[in-house]
């Protein structure tokens, strides 16, 4: 594995030891870089199910600000730390061992806002869509934000979730990528919008 472009581009990645991990290959990482970015302009980045937190450094590589790395595995953990320091990021990252939903809750509770969330769980998780929605509730997300689950092909997510449209679907082998944008206003927006209706009246 190595990180595609930007800052970092060509520097290689540990892999985490072990089948427990399945580590996002660099034709997908590629395909999913195709649509969301390819480069970003600041903003903070979420890898909740990071493993080898591959998908957050390209996203630090191309141009957010910070990350925040989460997993519960102490192994991913180790090749995190490892390659946040490979790819020279380390000072924009933060890496926390912990459950994803405690994350959420902590993470919300410091009042940050992402503008991009990875969700890349085992395969046997399927309810990303509810972690989606749990997100938005407790206010992590950044209007417009892109939120990007790699799951299952098998496993389809829904086109629309409340408050998000699905923006791509894409296959690859037994991979699939689902890409979601928040549509959810923020109060800046919703009082313009309201103005607008006055006005129209």
Do not use: C
């Not at 970092?8 to 395909?31: Q, Y």
């Not at 996203?59 to 910070?66: A, C, I, K, N, Q």
């Not at 320091?85 to 061992?97: G, K, S, T």
């Not at 938005?136 to 408050?163: F, M, N, Q, T, W």
């Amino acid at each position: 594995m190595r990180v595609i472009a930007g800052s970092a581009k060509g520097r290689s990645l540990k892999a985490v030891p072990g089948k427990n991990t399945r580590p996002t290959t660099d034709k997908v990482k590629e395909a999913i870089f195709s649509m969301i970015g390819p480069f970003f302009d600041g903003g903070l980045v979420l890898d909740l199910f990071a493993g080898t937190g591959g998908l957050g450094i390209e996203s630090l590589s191309r141009g957010m600000d910070r990350g925040v790395f989460v997993d519960l595995d102490g192994g991913s953990i180790e090749v995190i730390k490892h390659n946040v320091q490979a790819a020279r990021v380390a000072e924009n990252a933060e890496i926390y061992r912990t459950e994803a939903l405690r994350a959420v809750k902590a993470l919300a509770k410091r009042g940050l806002q992402f503008e991009l969330v990875f969700l890349d769980p085992p395969y046997r998780m399927k309810e990303m869509d509810a972690l989606i929605v749990e997100l938005a509730e407790r206010g992590l997300l950044a209007p417009r934000a892109k939120i990007v689950v790699e799951h299952d092909a098998e496993h389809a997510y829904p086109e629309s979730i409340e408050g998000f449209i699905q923006l791509k679907h894409s296959q690859y082998g037994d991979t699939a990528v689902t890409v979601y944008r928040y549509e959810q206003q923020d109060e800046e927006q919703q009082s313009e919008v309201m103005e607008e209706t006055r006005d129209g009246e």
